[in-house]
């Protein structure tokens, strides 16, 4: 059962069940009863035959999210250009996480206890909620533990990730909530991928920030301090970047400005592979919200996370 340009209908009544998620990977539409379409919002088929979610703005600038991750793949604005950018080695066969876009990392950071980066954008998110506000498609998506998640992290948890479209921003907001009768502790990044002359990508606020320099060693960062006022590209870069500011500029090389906001994103990472991937190296940086340290929830506690993405 394809679905293609299928409007969702009305608030909090769609539901996605996952009833062919370990086979063609297109998970159906639940519609409830009310009729009225969420405008600007609407789930289509993608690569792969991976469901999506395309959002488009009243102003023309359009978004579009793949349910598997969670992943946000597109950002464009009204005048047609992506500001984020999708590997050209990126699979959408669910073997393994789509490269590219806004990837979640949770519950884990890089490499640890479990696989690399966590479980998150790896699993099929659901769709609780979509609606318009002042005209601007608003969706959120839910995730929540299985059987998959738990043979590696035995946690029960609930996941809110709403994804908000305006003419020139794109907004997110990370909910975690510990559903368990037990605290747990996680850590989490966006490992955004901007689109990008590597050589002309630059980034300002993270002066006075302690660095964990993961090059070239990445098992064991040196430990620094930035004292450039502009962060540029010159080769591989990977390094955290801890007690970030609430606000970055990444002016992408290609002639736009994007402001990087946050509300309760600690930490920041900057990351590009240079040979590692000569392919496409060139053609992009990653500018990471994150929180390296472990987030403690008690039971029924909830942390929340903010990133607001604007082009100048």
């Known amino acids: ?17 996952n009833r062919a998620r370990y086979n063609s990977g297109i998970a159906f539409a639940s519609l409830g009863n009310k009729e009225k379409t969420t405008l600007g919002v609407k789930v289509t088929e993608g690569e792969g035959n991976l469901p999506k979610l395309v959002l488009t703005s009243p102003a023309g600038s359009e978004a579009e ?21 999708v590997r050209p080695d990126a699979v959408f066969n669910k073997k393994k996480p789509i490269s590219g876009g806004i990837p ?21 998110w659901t769709v609780g909620d ?3 506000v002042e005209g601007n498609p608003v969706v959120t998506l839910e995730l929540k533990d ?24 794109l907004s997110t907001e990370l909910k975690v909530k510990n559903t368990d009768n037990k605290a747990f502790s996680f850590n989490t990044a966006l490992h955004t991928y901007f689109r990008a002359s590597v050589s002309g990508a630059s980034v300002k606020g993270l002066k006075g920030c302690k660095t964990l320099n993961k090059h070239p060693d990445p098992n064991n960062p040196i430990e620094g301090s930035e004292e450039r006022d502009v962060v540029t590209f010159p080769g591989f870069v990977d390094c955290v970047y801890l007690n970030a500011s609430d606000e970055l500029q990444l002016d992408n090389g290609l002639g736009d400005i994007i402001s990087i906001k946050n509300t309760n994103w600690s930490d920041a990472v900057l990351w590009n592979p240079h040979l590692q991937m000569e392919a496409c190296y060139k ?28 082009i100048a």
């Open 1 to 17: 059962m394809a679905m293609t340009s299928m409007a969702l209908c009305g608030v909090n009544t769609v539901t996605f069940q």
């Open 65 to 85: 999210i793949y349910l598997f991750g969670g992943c946000i793949t597109s950002w464009k604005v009204p005048n047609g250009k992506d500001l984020l950018f």
């Open 104 to 124: 979640h990392c949770f519950p884990q950071f890089g490499p640890g206890a479990i696989q690399q980066h966590g479980f998150a954008r790896n699993l099929d």
């Open 130 to 132: 979509s609606e318009n």
């Open 146 to 169: 299985d059987t998959y998640s738990r043979a590696m992290w035995d946690f029960s948890f609930h996941a809110l990730y709403k994804v908000t479209l305006n003419a020139k921003s």
């Open 283 to 310: 053609d992009f940086v990653c500018v990471e919200n994150a929180k390296i340290g472990n987030v403690q929830l008690e039971p029924k506690q909830t942390w929340t996370a903010v990133q607001h993405l604007t």
